[in-house]
Nanobody, 121 residues
Framework: QVQLVESGGGLVQAGGSLRLSCAAAGSIFSTYDMAWYRQAPGKQRELVGIMASGGDTNYADFVKGRFTISRDNAKNTVYLQMNSLEPEDTAAYYC???????????????WGRGTQVTVSS
């Protein structure tokens, strides 16, 4: 089992920044692909970005140029740096760890419980 705990969410004004952290308990963190998702009330969960185990990243169009994913394998932690936040970014943010091929995730996959980000205008 791998346990993921997100932190760093909060309330920020539009144009501000937050850095989310996802700390993992487990011995094989470095072998996992890591992803960030978000879900706003009344909307479907959407992929924010992903960092493959080898370090390659991909981002949703709505965050390109504003959000950056990084990871520190020594600390078993993945980060989501969010800059130039907009009210539309308000959502619960979740991290996910697992192995995948394209959009197919293989069991087991692990989710954190989320951290709330609220951006005020």
């Amino acid at each position: 089992q791998v346990q993921l705990v997100e932190s760093g969410g909060g309330l920020v004004q539009a144009g501000g920044s937050l850095r989310l952290s996802c700390a993992a308990a487990g011995s094989i963190f470095s072998t996992y692909d890591m992803a960030w998702y978000r879900q706003a009330p009344g909307k479907q969960r959407e992929l924010v970005g992903i960092m493959a185990s080898g370090g390659d990243t991909n981002y949703a169009d709505f965050v390109k140029g504003r959000f950056t994913i990084s990871r520190d394998n020594a600390k078993n932690t993945v980060y989501l740096q969010m800059n130039s936040l907009e009210p539309e970014d308000t959502a619960a943010y979740y991290c996910r760890a697992g192995r995948r091929s394209g959009t197919l995730w293989y069991s087991p996959t692990y989710w954190g419980r989320g951290t709330q980000v609220t951006v005020s205008s």
